[in-house]
């Protein structure tokens, strides 16, 4: 990992790939903290670097990768934590070195979750791009050989109540204005500009004029982000009142992403809030119907919670109690039972 002033979050990282993995070297490079981030990392046992981040976040990847003992990296942030691992479906994975592992990483942020290629051979790929960097082949040739690895992290950094996460942005907005520069068309820088955006509705309006350049200039559904920058705009448009431009988004991707619970949780709203309400329940239902159980809520309360509230707003109040108990412990959904009496 690469680190600057984490100490608030990098003995929780450190512990937990030790915890998870048994890994027993663990680079940390530090480009420069004034506060216990270098002494915590060594109290955890991991070997620490100096390095000069000037404005380029891959060279200072590639430089950790450098610094370790063997060719397989997983790469993390001092923010993250691991939770789980299948050690058996690692094993295996390890076997190819051309191929890039997945992991799924779960923002607390915003409740959702990522899937993101973390874990490579640094005899196959390396990064490149100064912000938000990217894995690329070292033979040139295009495309990651993309296999999910079973290891999972949840994000903890941009929760509202670490008060870095203003200058974080407005680091990570500067570098990819500059990037944009050189490269105006980018549909990936375009999309981090939009997430940067979009971070805790800092300026919903930009966000979507980001994610909609990024989608005019080219992000194939094949790309990885893709997915997540449609979900990201189709939420964007939503909460700026741009529901009609939202249904057309919807009516484009569906082909692609409706076999995805959380596409069709996001269809219901785009339903909802376009007055499509028959179609809004249906969308709901479907994402109850998942095989897939997230940590989010979409294929449990907040899908009951909303069929709830378009039946009370049908004026069905007791069939909205009724789906308002399948809710469970969930805050908004006790409190309408007690609107309603129940």
């Not at 789980?84 to 070195?97: M, P, R």
């Not at 309408?336 to 009496?341: F, Q, T």
């Given at each position: 990992?690469?680190?600057?002033?984490?100490?608030?979050?990098?003995?929780?990282?450190?512990?937990?790939?030790?915890?998870?993995?048994?890994?027993?070297?663990?680079?940390?490079?530090?480009?420069?903290?004034?506060?216990?981030?270098?002494?915590?990392?060594?109290?955890?046992?991991?070997?620490?670097?100096?390095?000069?981040?000037?404005?380029?976040?891959?060279?200072?990847?590639?430089?950790s990768?450098?610094?370790?003992?063997?060719?397989?990296?997983?790469?993390?942030?001092?923010?993250?934590?691991?939770?789980?691992?299948?050690?058996?479906?690692?094993?295996?994975?390890?076997?190819?070195?051309?191929?890039?592992?997945?992991?799924?990483?779960?923002?607390?942020?915003?409740?959702?979750h990522?899937?993101?290629?973390?874990?490579?051979?640094?005899?196959?790929?390396?990064?490149?791009?100064?912000?938000?960097?990217?894995?690329?082949?070292?033979?040139g040739?295009?495309?990651?050989?993309?296999?999910?690895?079973?290891?999972s992290?949840?994000?903890h950094?941009?929760?509202?109540?670490?008060?870095?996460?203003?200058?974080?942005?407005?680091?990570?907005?500067?570098?990819?204005?500059?990037?944009?520069?050189?490269?105006?068309?980018?549909?990936?820088?375009?999309?981090?500009?939009?997430?940067?955006?979009?971070?805790?509705?800092?300026?919903?309006?930009?966000?979507?004029?980001?994610?909609?350049?990024?989608?005019?200039?080219?992000?194939?559904?094949?790309?990885?982000?893709?997915?997540?920058?449609?979900?990201?705009?189709?939420?964007?448009?939503?909460?700026?009142?741009?529901?009609?431009?939202?249904?057309?988004l919807?009516?484009?991707?569906?082909?692609?992403?409706?076999?995805?619970?959380?596409?069709?949780?996001?269809?219901?709203?785009?339903?909802?809030?376009?007055?499509?309400?028959?179609?809004?329940?249906?969308?709901?239902?479907?994402?109850?119907?998942?095989?897939?159980?997230?940590?989010?809520?979409?294929?449990?309360?907040?899908?009951?919670?909303?069929?709830?509230?378009?039946?009370?707003?049908?004026?069905?109040?007791?069939?909205?109690?009724?789906?308002?108990?399948?809710?469970?412990?969930?805050?908004?959904?006790l409190?309408?039972?007690?609107?309603?009496?129940?």
């Amino acid at each position: 990992m690469i680190v600057k002033n984490e100490e608030r979050f990098i003995g929780t990282a450190l512990q937990s790939v030790r915890a998870v993995l048994g890994v027993e070297d663990v680079v940390v490079v530090d480009t420069g903290s004034s506060d216990r981030t270098r002494e915590i990392a060594l109290e955890n046992g991991a070997n620490v670097f100096d390095f000069e981040l000037v404005d380029d976040f891959s060279a200072a990847r590639n430089f950790s990768a450098k610094m370790a003992e063997n060719d397989w990296i997983l790469s993390i942030d001092a923010d993250e934590e691991l939770t789980e691992a299948g050690l058996d479906e690692l094993a295996e994975f390890l076997a190819d070195k051309k191929a890039v592992g997945v992991i799924s990483l779960f923002d607390l942020t915003n409740k959702k979750h990522s899937a993101l290629a973390r874990l490579y051979n640094r005899t196959s790929y390396f990064y490149e791009g100064r912000i938000h960097e990217q894995l690329r082949a070292v033979d040139g040739v295009a495309g990651l050989l993309l296999k999910d690895v079973g290891i999972s992290m949840v994000h903890h950094g941009y929760l509202p109540e670490y008060n870095k996460i203003d200058a974080k942005l407005e680091r990570n907005e500067n570098l990819l204005l500059a990037e944009l520069k050189n490269q105006p068309e980018n549909p990936y820088l375009l999309y981090q500009l939009g997430k940067s955006y979009f971070c805790n509705d800092r300026d919903l309006l930009k966000a979507c004029e980001c994610f909609e350049k990024a989608l005019n200039f080219g992000a194939d559904v094949k790309f990885g982000y893709t997915y997540d920058l449609v979900e990201c705009y189709g939420y964007a448009l939503i909460n700026t009142g741009q529901y009609e431009k939202a249904l057309s988004l919807r009516d484009t991707y569906s082909i692609y992403y409706d076999d995805r619970a959380q596409f069709r949780f996001l269809t219901a709203h785009i339903f909802q809030n376009n007055g499509m309400f028959a179609e809004a329940v249906d969308s709901y239902e479907s994402c109850l119907d998942a095989d897939a159980k997230d940590k989010s809520g979409i294929t449990s309360y907040l899908s009951y919670y909303n069929i709830g509230v378009i039946l009370e707003c049908a004026g069905m109040p007791d069939d909205a109690a009724a789906v308002y108990k399948s809710c469970g412990d969930y805050p908004p959904a006790l409190a309408r039972l007690a609107e309603l009496g129940w």
